[in-house]
């Protein structure tokens, strides 16, 4: 069935540091892909979205491009923040469900 | 615009007791979800709703779990004879109509309920 896997956390950073986290997928075709972030106790929020191959998706700084070769949606962002500190999920659109990778937590050091 | 609204935000109960979450969707959104999420780990999907139908559903829901969506609007997600191992964070997420499945629809998650079983 279709999956994501996401590289492991936690990802300790300084601030001002290159950010990329890894993500690939396994899919029946092409499915569309998320990067949504959880902040302390709070719910699921997108970051961004690219539904086709070669997109890239990119918000607050932020870019993830979709790779339909390699099956992969890594994100990135040239320099994080303190107020980046929070969960990424990586996550494909299926039929009736998304599917979400484990999460990677990243924390960012003043 | 008000967001997934979710309640309660906190439950604890004892082993055997049943429990429900509501969840109320963004207004008009007609494609709601519930998920589950533990420590550390990623949401898992538990079931779908396309207005009042059910028309997916994980196999990680027991007979234990059952959820409706009487009118297309707001949903339930009642647990019966609830166990230690059903103690995680229960997310609600709704999607507008918009493209068929698989298109690139957005979800908008909830702030969750949190489950403690003692």
């Known amino acids: 069935g279709d999956s994501v896997t996401q590289m492991e956390g936690p990802v300790t950073l300084s601030e001002e540091a290159f950010l990329t986290i890894n993500c690939t997928y396994t899919?029946?075709?092409?499915?569309?892909l998320f990067w949504y972030v959880q902040y302390p106790g709070e719910g699921l929020q997108l970051l961004l979205k690219?539904?086709?191959?070669?997109d890239k998706g990119s918000n607050k700084g932020f870019e993830a491009t979709y790779r339909k070769e390699t099956t992969s949606f890594h994100l990135e962002k040239g320099s994080v923040q303190v107020s980046d500190s929070a969960v990424y999920f990586c996550?494909?659109?299926?039929?009736?469900?998304?599917?979400f990778g484990t999460g990677t937590r990243l924390k960012v050091l003043a | 615009d008000t967001g997934v609204s979710q309640d309660p935000r906190h439950k604890i109960t004892k082993r055997g007791q049943n429990v429900t979450f509501r969840c109320d969707p963004i207004?008009?959104?007609?494609?709601l979800y519930w998920y589950r999420q533990t420590l550390g780990q990623g949401p898992e999907f538990l079931t779908y709703?396309?207005?009042?139908?059910?028309?997916?559903k994980s196999r990680l829901l027991s007979d234990r779990f059952s959820a409706e969506r009487p009118k297309g609007s707001f949903s339930t997600l009642e647990i019966q004879r609830t166990e230690q191992g059903d103690s995680a964070m229960y997310l609600c997420?709704?999607?507008?109509?918009?493209?068929?499945?698989?298109?690139?629809?957005?979800?908008?998650f909830g702030e969750g309920s949190w489950l403690t079983v003692v």
């Open positions: 997420a709704s999607s507008p109509t918009g493209g068929p499945p698989g298109s690139g629809n957005t979800i908008y």
């Open positions: 899919a029946t075709g092409y499915p569309s």
């Open positions: 690219a539904t086709k191959a070669d």
């Open positions: 996550a494909l659109e299926g039929t009736y469900k998304y599917i």
């Open positions: 207004s008009e959104h007609n494609r």
């Open positions: 709703f396309q207005n009042e139908a059910q028309l997916e």
